[in-house]
């Protein structure tokens, strides 16, 4: 890649860095250039040259062929060549030529060369144009400069990487300067060198003389130019590599449109050409867009033609037709951004006349909604009609389709065409590559080019006549194309960008419903970038999270992207591709586009900035995980306040949770934007995260770390929906309902599965999910019975199937539903109009609008009152009808019939076929039908009528009740009659009056309640009610009980009062409690005395117990009977509950806010005041938004005071209330005023603090601080400002308010005070420095200030102190700082130096000493030296006296934790008890203990040590010395206790291995032995007495025997044996003999034991001893020789 001019040819900030030679050639071409004419390029659009010239310059640019081309260059260059021929001119024009070359880019554009040379700075001067011929122009002066640098600005041209290129660059230069100045009649005059000094001639010289000049240049010329070639060409290189050197980075910049692409109105069969130029650098790449689409030359050939040559982008629309009208977008891009620019194309029809319909064509978006009605009386109404509608379509991945249907409008006007609108799922669809909308007329197409599963979904077509429209709409599936692998999981679909900046693209998906037969293991996803064809997989091993970042991506540039499931089995097709996303950050695109492009001028305009000081960024803010799941994790933080005017990166550090070793984990390549994915994280670890920021300054503090965050799928896959519901539809559809997931995050819908009953296959209904709880499958057989399932979907996973629903055959639901209409008619008493909930059979098809009619009337009285025709009224967005009801992919746009209620109505007929004055209205919720009422009671009786009440149903079947159907009965002798209706219209009640009853007549009641979804099962039959006048005088029961806001230790019990009162008013209500599995005596009552309201808050339950409730009414007559019970219902606070929140805004209003996250689509929001709704109350204010509402006081007063409740309708009794008494609203008031007159929190006063170098720090820290907020700081009463003394900061991001001073002194004793003024919020904060406490801060600092002396040579970090290792020895540690190689360490001990063993090598930067076995003569001064050329610094440890004391008693602390169990050893002299330590120290006290007493120690019990082991000896036990044994040691502080229990089996067994031992210690006391005396050889020649004496013991005495060689041996008169006194043996031989030879064995015993004593008798001759003497010397000399 080539660099941009400025920094080839100026290098930096000055021109001493600019290459002499290259310098030199410049500076005189510019002075030449002062006397020669002025070459001017450019464009119609600055004057500079005719719209002729610049027709001539595209055709010779653009249409000659590449031969002619490059003789014209070469002729050209000749030229140009030879008119330069004096001295180095080549040289000089050739690098002029590079410096301003025409091949990037200013083929268009206007420069004014002038000198440059003699300022330092640029001086930019916008260039006027002139009519001042060449010569004239010569005697003008010049002040504009060619810029030396700039990082920010466009460049014009550059030094080319091969010779190659820059001849062709040369060349192109003079070309173009020489066809610019022959169209423009500019001549130029060579004068020859002598004549140079001389005045400039203002006649020009003719171009024939000049041609005759150019064709005499001599031989000498033409050498001298080829060398002055060869110059320039060593030159441009060695300036090539020199600045190759530089770093680009510094001089990039984004792309910027020279000359943006103009808008053409063209006819029908012409070309048209869009031309740009664009700077930037590095170079950009341009992409060419018609309607944000790009253009692919390919798919039309010969369509478009696309060039970019010497920095002009051309773009050429061949034999142009209508659908060419567009507009075009030319989108330049490089790593530091993208621009556009837009031109229109309108392409106009010849026809001879006017044609009206080019202005009033179907779609335009520019006419008024209202410009058909009657503008000019031309129709009061129109009637839009369909014909040849399309119906519910299928289709496959990759097929196209078209769906259409012919427009009908009466009346018809002529030039006034109706406004056709298509949406899918109630989206508008806008023209692509893949839809295109047509109309022709009287007929509109909606055709797909290449169909794909995001195209599934319902469609609509809109028609519009001013304020009257018809719709209609029809669902479109689209099947997956068949896999390329057998077995392979369909494609994903829906793949789009959730998030983009410079270092990574978040990209989303939706899962396939068909997963190939076995589980898909994950996904991989493919980028591409924008431009080519080349795909790369993004992730190594599949990912199962339906997200994935996706990093590597290069800053400025644009990407899509696709995704394919993978199984066991393979790797499925591809998704459809994304739309095209850039890397860069949404701050920065939306500046790149926000950014406007000034005009051409002629002119490069160049700012040259100062250098600044660089700063070091400080630590970023807001630091936070916006996403986490087990493969990746995604932070997201602010940029830091202060960080300089350069760019900044980021370095994202981690550390395990529980330890402070953090780690970089971006260490080869900076983050620069302030959002960033972490991968190859340990799935299930916890982690914490931080960021340090960084630039050419050093890398600053870090940000505050987050909080843990385990690294695992935040989000659950959904739980399986429940209770599928499948119910007819038409003779090919089944609509199934059912009911959502529970507790379901990022749900993304629904897939719906069929299969035949028996067949065991599934097959998909659907291939896009689709949200709600309802959908219509279609495609069905008829008669055939299907079993259906659904699974829900997110972006963690599919869940599991539902279970199956029960069988269903597919046939019309309108004929089921006359039959059962007409069997329920039969013998029944035919009532008034009871109309269905649909007035439209089963179906997907439908044509709604507001033409027609309006919806069907309820009741006879409304039907009568309905007649009046409505005017229509078209929806204001296609929001009000589509996304209310088609964004739900589930629900048809008719509704299905239900079986009518108990008692059947006459039906009306009803038109197939209705137009809406409005749109179709959105049901979210699953289709079922309510169970039945329960607890039918009689609330009042009179002497014609009875007041019922009941409790609603258990289940509404997903929807709200509508309505209550009640019938009755008469009990004539315990016989029940026939049932009758009770009403005709539903009343919303749970109570209701019947009438025209008879007087002590027994009636029975029965009650349905309805909803959506049709008329539910009848209630159970009620008891036997009598109706007649009550007389009674106590009031009846209270009626409608229900509970809310349920607490695990509370809840709120609402009622109704009693419809019969009584003889008198109700004065008030009972609230009796009990738990629900408690007896009836069991009820306690709540309140001691009547309360009037009609609620109570229920305070006291414990949780998770079950209650019931119930109330009783009162009046002066006294207390009536009770009320049903409300309940039971468990006292907990379930997950997720919320409370309201009062809140106060920055204006004071003062507001209470409630969020509900569990809402359902037909959910609201009610509040209440002491439990009244306050619908029409004119002091508040209510405003709910989505999942939020707020409730505003608009003068809250004494009138307000009241508890505040909000109910979410259709939910589980979800609430929350607020009280606001008089103590509250003072609160309030109070904090209102401060809101209004704000004053500027402080997070922290002004304090004081010393530096490091003994610099003073006044600080306070506010709560927030806006970026227009200033301080004044004053010091006793005035103010001061910064200076040498006085350094001041704000940190308007943290709120920090700073001042530096480098030394207190006496002076600077006093008050000092800081005043913010944050818009109107004001604040200060004062700090009193007098007295001790200012002499205090000055000593403080001083100290400090040497101490930061001290740390510039080698210091102890941390000072000499002690510890005791776990072995019990002594380790002297500090910690060092600031040391080299040089640095030595000396140890002393009272001044006595210490000798180490080996050299310390300081790399962990801690010094030790070790004492093994320390004891009392290790005490003293011990001394610890550093000391280097730097200086020298030492620490004293004092270990005498009391520290002596201290480090003993921790000695002796740790031997005594390293004493072992106490264990049992039993010995021949009794038992001993046994403990070992480490080491023993006389300092370490042992005490024994025996059942609690201290043991007095005699002969017998003895305690003592022996090496490491602690002993207790007991001799001789008895059983009095069993019992527990207790040895406490006792460290000088604390004692530690070792215990052992010698009783039971523990001393049975010591006691009797004592015995053992004793007994043998006896046997082998009194054993017989041999003592000693025997010899183990004897040695005796032949003729000699032996004697031999031996003592043995034994007690008793032992017996004694011989052996000889084994055997018994007898004492004869050769051999005398003797044993006398029991004690001594003699063996005598008188003479011995070889004979007696042997060996001898002397055997002692006795009933102890016995003993052998061995030894040999060996006898010789003396001659043969010789003999063998003689004879071995003989032998070894024959060996030797």
């Given at each position: 890649m080539s660099l941009p001019f400025y920094q080839q040819s100026h290098q930096h900030y000055d021109f001493s860095y600019r290459n002499k030679d290259l310098r030199t050639a410049m500076s005189q071409y510019q002075q030449e250039k002062k006397h020669s004419a002025i070459y001017t390029h450019g464009s119609t659009a600055y004057s500079s040259r005719s719209s002729a010239a610049h027709r001539q310059e595209s055709e010779a640019f653009s249409q000659a062929s590449a031969s002619s081309y490059r003789q014209q260059a070469a002729q050209a260059y000749r030229l140009g060549a030879s008119q330069y021929s004096v001295g180095s001119e080549v040289s000089r024009k050739a690098a002029s030529a590079y410096d301003y070359g025409y091949s990037h880019g200013l083929t268009d554009s206007s420069l004014l060369l002038e000198d440059y040379s003699s300022k330092m700075s640029p001086k930019p001067k916008r260039a006027k144009p002139s009519l001042l011929s060449g010569k004239d122009k010569e005697n003008l002066s010049g002040d504009y400069m060619v810029p030396i640098f700039s990082g920010r600005q466009m460049h014009v041209g550059g030094i080319t990487n091969t010779e190659e290129e820059r001849i062709k660059e040369a060349a192109a230069y003079i070309a173009q300067r020489t066809l610019l100045a022959s169209e423009e009649a500019i001549t130029a005059s060579k004068q020859s060198t002598a004549s140079k000094q001389s005045k400039v001639s203002k006649q020009a010289t003719s171009t024939h003389q000049q041609e005759e000049i150019f064709e005499k240049k001599s031989r000498k010329v033409a050498l001298r130019e080829k060398a002055e070639q060869l110059s320039l060409r060593k030159t441009l290189e060695e300036t090539q590599a020199y600045h190759g050197k530089l770093n680009e980075d510094h001089l990039l910049h984004a792309p910027e449109f020279i000359i943006k692409p103009r808008s053409h109105t063209v006819w029908e069969k012409e070309n048209v050409k869009l031309h740009c130029s664009v700077a930037g650098w590095p170079e950009p790449r341009l992409t060419w867009y018609k309607n944000q689409v790009p253009i692919n030359v390919h798919a039309n050939p010969g369509k478009y033609i696309i060039e970019s040559r010497y920095g002009m982008h051309t773009l050429e629309i061949t034999e142009c037709d209508f659908e060419d009208t567009a507009q075009y977008r030319a989108s330049a891009m490089n790593v530091k951004g993208e621009v556009s620019a837009y031109a229109s194309v309108v392409v106009k029809?010849?026809?001879?006349?006017?044609?009206?319909?080019?202005?009033?064509?179907?779609?335009?978006?520019?006419?008024?909604?209202?410009?058909?009605?009657?503008?000019?009386?031309?129709?009061?109404?129109?009637?839009?009609?369909?014909?040849?509608k399309f119906d519910v379509s299928f289709g496959r991945e990759g097929e196209t389709m078209s769906l259409g249907c012919r427009v009908v409008i009466t009346p018809e006007i002529k030039h006034f065409q109706p406004e056709v609108q298509w949406y899918r799922n109630g989206e508008p669809i806008s023209p692509s590559k893949w839809v295109q909308p047509h109309w022709s007329g009287d007929r509109a197409t909606l055709t797909f080019s290449h169909l794909n599963k995001e195209d599934e979904g319902l469609y609509t077509i809109q028609v519009r006549m001013g304020e009257y429209y018809e719709q209609y709409s029809a669902y479109v599936f689209v099947q997956d194309a068949d896999a390329e692998i057998e077995g392979a999981p369909a494609a994903p679909l829906d793949v789009v960008s959730l998030d983009a900046n410079k270092d990574y693209i978040i990209i989303s998906w939706k899962q396939p419903a068909v997963d190939g037969g076995s589980p898909i293991l994950g996904y991989f996803i493919d980028k591409c970038e924008v431009g080519t064809n080349s795909w790369s997989q993004c992730n190594d091993t599949p990912v199962k999270f339906a997200r994935f970042p996706v990093t590597g991506l290069i800053e400025g540039r644009s990407y899509i992207f696709r995704v394919r499931a993978v199984n066991k089995t393979g790797i499925g097709l591809p998704s459809r591709v994304s739309e095209p996303v850039a890397a860069l950050d949404p701050a920065e695109k939306a500046r790149l586009k926000s950014r406007p492009s000034a005009p051409w001028t002629g002119q490069i305009i160049v700012t040259e900035e100062e250098p600044t000081e660089g700063i070091v960024p400080g630590p970023p803010t807001d630091l936070s995980v916006t996403e986490a799941t087990r493969s990746y994790v995604v932070l997201s933080w602010k940029p830091p306040g202060q960080r300089g005017h350069e760019g900044i990166m980021y370095f994202v550090e981690k550390c395990d949770v529980g330890t402070e070793n953090w780690q970089r984990v971006n260490t080869e390549l900076p983050v620069k934007s302030p959002r960033f994915a972490l991968f190859d994280l340990a799935e299930g670890k916890s982690y914490r995260f931080r960021v340090r920021c960084s630039n050419s300054a050093g890398v600053g503090e870090p940000s505050e770390a987050t909080e843990a965050t385990m690294v695992g799928d935040k989000l659950d896959i959904p739980k399986p929906p429940g209770k599928i519901i499948p119910s007819r539809n038409t003779d090919t559809s089944v609509v199934v309902s059912w009911e959502e997931s529970r507790d379901a995050k990022e749900l993304v819908g629904y897939y719906i599965e069929a299969s035949v009953v028996g067949s065991g296959t599934w097959e998909p209904c659907n291939n896009n999910p689709v949200k709600g709880s309802r959908f219509t499958c279609h495609g069905l057989v008829t008669g055939q019975s299907y079993i259906f399932r659904v699974r829900a979907v997110n972006a963690a996973g599919l869940s599991d199937y539902s279970q199956d629903s029960e069988a269903i055959e597919v046939k019309a639901a309108i004929e089921?539903?006359?039959?059962?209409?007409?069997?329920?008619?039969?013998?029944?008493?035919?009532?008034?109009?009871?109309?269905?909930?649909?007035?439209?059979?089963?179906?997907?098809?439908?044509?709604?609008?507001?033409?027609?009619?309006?919806?069907?009337?309820?009741?006879?009285?409304?039907?009568?009152?309905?007649?009046?025709?409505?005017?229509?009224?078209?929806?204001?967005?296609?929001?009000?009808?589509?996304?209310?009801?088609?964004?739900?992919?589930?629900?048809?746009?008719?509704?299905?019939?239900?079986?009518?209620?108990?008692?059947?109505?006459?039906?009306?007929?009803?038109?197939?076929?209705?137009?809406?004055?409005?749109?179709?209205?959105?049901?979210?919720?699953?289709?079922?039908?309510?169970?039945?009422?329960?607890?039918?009671?009689?609330?009042?009786?009179?002497?014609?009528?009875?007041?019922?009440?009941?409790?609603?149903?258990?289940?509404?079947g997903g929807a709200e009740i509508t309505g209550y159907y009640i019938n009755y009965r008469e009990v004539v002798g315990g016989v029940p009659g026939k049932w009758r209706e009770a009403n005709i219209k539903a009343v919303s009640d749970a109570a209701y009056k019947i009438s025209d009853l008879k007087e002590n007549m027994v009636y029975q009641f029965q009650v349905a309640a309805m909803n959506i979804a049709g008329l539910g099962a009848p209630s159970a039959v009620s008891d036997s009610f009598k109706c007649e006048e009550w007389t009674i005088a106590v009031p009846g029961p209270p009626h409608s009980l229900k509970y809310s806001e349920v607490r695990k230790n509370s809840l709120v019990l609402q009622w109704k009062p009693p419809v019969h009162s009584g003889r008198t008013p109700v004065t008030g209500y009972f609230v009796d409690q009990k738990e629900a599995s408690a007896k009836d005596d069991q009820w306690r009552g709540l309140n001691k005395a009547a309360i009037t309201n009609k609620y109570l808050k229920?305070?006291?339950?414990?949780?998770?117990?079950?209650?019931?409730?119930?109330?009783?009414?009162?009046?002066?007559?006294?207390?009536?009977?009770?009320?049903?019970?409300?309940?039971?219902?468990?006292?907990?606070?379930?997950?997720?509950?919320?409370?309201?929140?009062?809140?106060?805004?920055?204006?004071?209003?003062?507001?209470?806010?409630?969020?509900?996250?569990?809402?359902?689509?037909?959910?609201?929001?009610?509040?209440?005041?002491?439990?009244?709704?306050?619908?029409?109350?004119?002091?508040?204010?209510?405003?709910?938004?989505?999942?939020?509402?707020?409730?505003?006081?608009?003068?809250?007063?004494?009138?307000?005071?009241?508890?505040?409740?909000?109910?979410?309708?259709?939910?589980?009794?979800?609430?929350?209330?607020?009280?606001?008494?008089?103590?509250?609203?003072?609160?309030?008031?109070?904090?209102?005023?401060?809101?209004?007159?704000?004053?500027?929190?402080?997070?922290?006063?002004?304090?004081?603090?010393?530096?490091?170098?003994?610099?003073?720090?006044?600080?306070?820290?506010?709560?927030?601080?806006?970026?227009?907020?200033?301080?004044?700081?004053?010091?006793?009463?005035?103010?001061?400002?910064?200076?040498?003394k006085y350094k001041m900061h704000i940190d308007r991001n943290t709120g920090i308010i700073e001042m530096f001073m480098e030394k207190l002194q006496d002076e600077d004793e006093g008050t000092y005070t800081f005043q913010i003024q944050?818009?109107?919020?004001?604040?200060?904060?004062?700090?009193?420095?007098?007295?001790?406490?200012?002499?205090?801060?000055?000593?403080?600092?001083?100290?400090?200030?040497?101490?930061?002396?001290r740390k510039q040579g080698p210091h102890f970090a941390e000072y000499l102190s002690w510890e005791v290792t776990g072995e019990c020895n002594v380790l002297l540690k500090c910690k060092v700082a600031n040391i080299k190689k040089e640095t030595h360490i000396v140890w002393y001990k009272d001044e006595r130096e210490i000798s180490v063993d080996e050299k310390h090598d300081f790399k962990d930067g801690i010094c030790t000493l070790l004492i093994t076995e320390f004891s009392k003569k290790d005490a003293g001064f011990y001394e610890v030296i550093l000391k280097d050329d730097r200086g020298k610094d030492k620490s004293r440890l004092k270990l005498v006296d009391e520290a002596f004391k201290d480090l003993m008693t921790e000695v002796c602390r740790k031997i005594a934790l390293s004493a072992t169990d106490l264990k049992i050893q039993s010995t021949a002299e009794g038992i001993r008890l046994y403990s070992f330590v480490t080491y023993y120290l006389d300092d370490l006290k042992v005490n024994w203990s025996h059942n609690g007493t201290g043991i007095k120690y005699t002969d017998r019990v003895k305690s003592g040590v022996t090496g490491e082991q602690i002993w207790l000896q007991i001799n001789e036990p008895t059983p009095n010395d069993k019992g527990k044994y207790v040895m406490e040691l006792f460290d000088g502080k604390t004692g530690h206790q070792k215990t052992v229990d010698l009783s039971g089996q523990a001393f049975d067994?010591?006691?009797?291995?004592?015995?053992?031992?004793?007994?043998?210690?006896?046997?082998?006391?009194?054993?017989?032995?041999?003592?000693?005396?025997?010899?183990?050889?004897?040695?005796?020649?032949?003729?000699?007495?032996?004697?031999?004496?031996?003592?043995?013991?034994?007690?008793?005495?032992?017996?004694?025997?011989?052996?000889?060689?084994?055997?018994?041996?007898?004492?004869?008169?050769?051999?005398?044996?003797?044993?006398?006194?029991?004690?001594?043996?003699?063996?005598?031989?008188?003479?011995?003999?070889?004979?007696?030879?042997?060996?001898?064995?002397?055997?002692?015993?006795?009933?102890?034991?016995?003993?052998?004593?061995?030894?040999?008798?060996?006898?010789?001759?003396?001659?043969e001893e010789a003999r063998k003497g003689t004879s071995e010397a003989q032998k070894a000399s024959q060996k030797s020789k």
């Open positions: 029809r010849y026809k001879g006349e006017f044609d009206d319909s080019r202005f009033f064509h179907a779609g335009s978006s520019t006419m008024p909604l209202s410009f058909a009605v009657t503008p000019y009386g031309y129709a009061s109404k129109f009637e839009i009609h369909f014909d040849d089921q539903h006359n039959r059962v209409w007409l069997t329920a008619t039969v013998g029944e008493e035919c009532g008034d109009v009871r109309p269905p909930l649909s007035d439209t059979p089963g179906g997907l098809t439908d044509s709604r609008g507001g033409v027609h009619g309006a919806p069907p009337p309820t009741s006879q009285k409304d039907a009568l009152l309905s007649n009046k025709s409505n005017k229509p009224s078209p929806p204001s967005s296609p929001h009000s009808w589509g996304q209310s009801e088609v964004s739900k992919v589930s629900e048809s746009v008719q509704e299905v019939l239900t079986p009518p209620p108990l008692t059947p109505p006459q039906q009306k007929a009803v038109p197939k076929e209705q137009s809406k004055s409005e749109p179709p209205k959105k049901k979210k919720d699953p289709v079922a039908a309510p169970s039945p009422p329960y607890d039918i009671t009689c609330l009042e009786s009179f002497r014609d009528s009875m007041v019922l009440g009941w409790k609603q149903p258990d289940e509404t229920v305070q006291g339950l414990k949780e998770g117990v079950s209650y019931v409730f119930r109330v009783r009414a009162i009046n002066q007559a006294g207390v009536g009977k009770p009320s049903d019970l409300a309940g039971p219902v468990v006292a907990e606070t379930r997950p997720g509950t919320k409370e309201v929140v009062v809140n106060v805004d920055d204006d004071g209003v003062i507001s209470l806010n409630f969020e509900c996250d569990q809402m359902t689509p037909k959910s609201e929001f009610v509040w209440s005041k002491d439990y009244v709704p306050t619908e029409d109350s004119p002091r508040l204010d209510v405003e709910s938004k989505g999942t939020k509402t707020k409730l505003t006081f608009k003068d809250l007063g004494t009138d307000d005071l009241g508890l505040y409740s909000c109910d979410v309708t259709d939910t589980d009794g979800i609430a929350s209330s607020y009280l606001i008494d008089e103590e509250e609203m003072k609160r309030l008031l109070a904090l209102s005023q401060e809101h209004k007159f704000p004053t500027v929190p402080a997070k922290s006063e002004l304090a004081v603090e010393i530096l490091e170098k003994g610099q003073v720090r006044f600080w306070m820290q506010a709560e927030k601080l806006s970026g227009n907020a200033k301080v004044n700081y004053i010091f006793n009463e005035k103010e001061i400002f910064e200076g040498p944050d818009g109107k919020a004001t604040g200060h904060s004062t700090l009193v420095l007098i007295g001790d406490v200012y002499k205090k801060l000055q000593k403080e600092a001083e100290f400090q200030r040497q101490e930061w002396i067994e010591a006691f009797a291995e004592f015995q053992r031992l004793k007994q043998a210690a006896i046997a082998e006391k009194n054993r017989a032995r041999v003592l000693g005396g025997l010899p183990d050889v004897v040695t005796i020649q032949e003729g000699k007495a032996l004697n031999l004496t031996c003592s043995v013991w034994g007690d008793p005495p032992p017996e004694v025997s011989w052996l000889k060689n084994e055997k018994p041996l007898a004492s004869d008169d050769h051999c005398n044996l003797k044993f006398e006194a029991g004690k001594t043996v003699f063996f005598a031989i008188s003479g011995v003999s070889t004979a007696d030879s042997g060996k001898y064995g002397l055997v002692v015993k006795n009933k102890f034991g016995s003993e052998t004593s061995d030894f040999t008798v060996s006898v010789f001759i003396p001659e």
